[in-house]
Nanobody
Framework: QVQLVESGGGLVQPGGSLTLSCAAS????????MSWHRQAPGKQRELVAV???????NYADSVKTRFTISRDNAKNTVALQMNSLKPEDTAVYYC???????????????WGQGTQVTVSS
């Protein structure tokens, strides 16, 4: 089994910053892409940022100049630094990892439990 545990959500004022962290554990041989997604009330879950194992990144247009994704391949962790937060960034943020398990080799797409980010004055 593989688990993702997120931390770092909370309440922040508009213009503020927050860093989310996600740690993967379990029967992991390797992790390909790691990503952050979010889901606001009444809306579909959307991709926020993704980073490949080689460090290639991609961001949603709405966060491109404000958020930064980073990862530590040795520790199987990924982080999302969020700056200049806006009320429209309010959502539950989910970590996702594309994992290759230890033998018997399986490919798993694993989700974290989600962490709430609220941007409000």
């Amino acid at each position: 089994q593989v688990q993702l545990v997120e931390s770092g959500g909370g309440l922040v004022q508009p213009g503020g910053s927050l860093t989310l962290s996600c740690a993967a554990s379990g029967s992991i041989r390797s992790i390909n892409a790691m990503s952050w997604h979010r889901q606001a009330p009444g809306k579909q879950r959307e991709l926020v940022a993704v980073m490949s194992s080689e460090g290639i990144t991609n961001y949603a247009d709405s966060v491109k100049t404000r958020f930064t994704i980073s990862r530590d391949n040795a520790k199987n962790t990924v982080a999302l630094q969020m700056n200049s937060l806006k009320p429209e960034d309010t959502a539950v943020y989910y970590c996702n990892a594309a994992v290759v398990t230890t033998p018997p080799y399986r490919y798993l797409e694993v989700w974290g439990q989600g962490t709430q980010v609220t941007v409000s004055s």
